[in-house]
């Protein structure tokens, strides 16, 4: 179990909040914030994002640290000391770092969800070097999961997905998205687009389809390229015709010393 239990309650007696209060902020059950307090359930994880994003606390702390109520506020004065940040910095030109593209690790998912706005997060991401040069808002993602993955080819797990940020334009059905959601990050084949509906099917016929609406979607990468150091096997029809090659040089062989006996 995590921490996030004793955290709830040590945020609560700091902010001076009754677990009614507390409820109320996330649209949760009072009797929901007492099972978490007494380590009886944990919260989902859209509302651990709430949370985290609302106090201005890091999940990873919220979860695997027992915080104390000095650490509590001063959580309080530095998000006090970002929000003046963010202002000044909002009324400046837009600034990219140069020579990279920003990875957004598996690890760093649930960081990346609550955060994918937030300007002094994205900027310490870690960047790699890879001769592409798209036009337009670029990040990679390493790929979580097989789902993508058929027969051993395709999309593999760990793989680096170098994606476009989709611009408001309909997107294909065909194309592979990244797609940044509340509840997780996932990465998708589009099939069909209807009005604000996408839907969505992986490379393996074995996961279910899934249907989003564009509402719920907090951003949508377009996959551009893949950096891999797995080497697909040869796939199936290329081993067949490999096999018939070889067998018709066998032939021709046998063909040219027969005629060569007449």
């Not at 900027?123 to 051993?152: C, D, W």
């Amino acid at each position: 179990m995590s921490y996030i239990g004793k955290n709830i309650k040590k945020i609560r007696t700091a902010k001076r909040l009754s677990q009614a209060a507390f409820a109320d902020i996330f649209d949760i059950t009072r009797g929901s914030i007492g099972a978490y307090e007494e380590g009886r359930a944990e919260p989902k994880i859209d509302t651990i994002i709430q949370i985290a994003n609302y106090f201005g606390i890091s999940i990873d702390l919220l979860l695997n640290k027992e915080l104390s109520v000095n650490e509590l506020y001063s959580f309080d004065i530095l998000t006090q000391k970002l929000n003046k940040a963010h202002e000044f910095v909002s009324k400046q030109e837009p600034t990219y770092r140069k020579g990279g593209i920003g990875l957004v690790k598996t690890s760093h998912y649930v960081e990346y969800i609550v955060n994918c706005t937030n300007r002094d997060f994205l900027s310490h991401l870690p960047y790699i070097e890879l001769p592409v040069n798209f036009k337009g808002i670029t990040r990679a993602f390493e790929l979580n999961g097989s789902e993508m993955e058929y027969h051993q080819n395709g999309l593999h797990h760990n793989d680096i997905l170098l994606c476009l940020l989709w611009d408001n334009s309909k997107p294909t059905p065909g194309n592979v998205f990244v797609i940044v959601h509340q509840d997780g990050i996932l990465t998708k084949r589009l099939q069909s687009c209807n009005n604000n509906t996408l839907n969505f099917v992986s490379d393996d016929p074995n996961y279910a389809p899934i249907e989003l609406t564009l509402k719920d979607i907090k951003e949508l990468w377009l996959v551009k390229g893949v950096y891999s150091t797995y080497l697909n096997p040869p796939k199936l029809i290329d081993e067949k015709v490999m096999l018939l090659e070889k067998r018709q040089e066998e032939l021709e062989k046998r063909i040219l010393k027969f005629e060569k006996k007449k």
